[in-house]
Nanobody
Framework: VQLQASGGGSVLAGASLRLSCAAT????????MAWFRQAPGKDREFVSA????????YYADSVKGRFAISRDNAKNTVYLQMNNLKPEDTAVYYC?????????WGKGTQVTVSS
């Protein structure tokens, strides 16, 4: 399984970005996909998650109301729409999938928000 994340960039506070993460291979065994982020000098933290079937979504309190996670099952892709970005959202964003109860991580994509 390989994950390809994209969509990061440098923006001003208040701007929007959409991250994408595409998983290669069969969707068999996929339970969910999630986004995490890691800011310099900090631990990696949970941002958002979505189940592969059904409509369950989860968000960290810090991004509720600003970020929206979605998925395209046909493309094995998960998206993270990030609106009203703040400087504290600056981090490397990583996607993760859970497939047959095993975690797979993608390489991160940098998001930098300037005030």
């Amino acid at each position: 399984v390989q994950l390809q994340a994209s969509g990061g960039g440098s923006v001003l506070a208040g701007a929007s970005l959409r991250l994408s993460c595409a998983a290669t291979g069969s969707p068999a065994g996929l339970a969910g996909m999630a986004w995490f982020r890691q800011a310099p000098g900090k631990d990696r933290e949970f941002v958002s998650a979505i189940t592969w079937f059904g409509l369950s979504t989860y968000y960290a309190d810090s991004v509720k109301g600003r970020f929206a996670i979605s998925r395209d099952n046909a493309k094995n892709t998960v998206y993270l729409q990030m609106n009203n970005l703040k400087p504290e959202d600056t981090a490397v964003y990583y996607c993760k999938i859970v497939k047959f109860a095993k975690d797979y991580w993608g390489k991160g994509t940098q998001v930098t928000v300037s005030s």
